[in-house]
């Protein structure tokens, strides 16, 4: 089935089972999800109504409204409240007999049987690494904390190439860790850095997930905030989220 747009809302099947757990137990197990891209970066999953375990939904009498889904009724789900909305009426046919599970509220998801982190998995972005000879030099305040030759570039879709880099070439002095830990579901848990005092410009990866497992203890630096030369050339700096 061809991918559906109205307005800015992209809808797409998907041939992955989807499973979601809460309170220890699944409470929704489809292979006949639909992505639905509410936000530009990544899909939602929306679950047709009977694929949900029985008994478990409970409309919390409120709703909330979206200009292109329509009315959505709020609906407790196992006791959890607020943890899904329905768009009986939705001016999107598609999404009518469909349940939109609060992606945080679940303890767990799983596409086939790998459990699944932040979000659904976009189909469109891709993440390659590749080992690279170029030479990247790291500059934060007129000082010099990343010299490389060996540096491992991460390209993933919609961001600027990422310059993974061994810690033996980077002055560990300068780096101070911080209490902050992300997550990615293409990557998996980043540890931060502060860099001369500036906080959170480096990260790393220490267990990546398997397809960017080339970059597990490599130290990345945010492109947007550091000077990063490249091959002797100063690279400008890009406009993204992290900017």
Partial sequence: MEPVQRGRVRLEPTAKRVRAYLNGRPVADTVRALMVWESPHYPTYYIPLEDLEEGLLEPDG????????GEGAVHS????????LVYAESPIE?????????????DAWFEEDVEVFV???????????????????VEVGGVTVADSHHPKILFETGLPARY?????????????????????????WAE?????????????????LRESGEVAGLVSFYNEKVDIYLDGVLQERPKTPFS
């Fill in 192 to 208: 931060y850095w502060s860099v001369a005092g500036e906080k959170d410009l480096a990260w790393s990866y220490r267990t990546p």
């Fill in 164 to 188: 993974y880099l061994p810690k033996t070439d980077i002055r560990l002095d300068l780096l101070e860790p911080t209490d902050t830990v992300t997550r990615c579901p293409y990557k998996g």
């Fill in 94 to 106: 598609r999404l009518r007999d469909r349940v939109r599970l609060d992606w945080d509220a679940m």
């Fill in 62 to 69: 409120e709703t909330r409204h979206s200009p292109s889904r």
């Fill in 119 to 137: 979000h659904a998995r976009d189909p469109y972005t891709r993440v390659d690494v590749l080992e690279s000879s170029r030479h990247v030099r």
């Fill in 77 to 84: 789900v196992d006791g959890k409240k607020g943890a899904a």
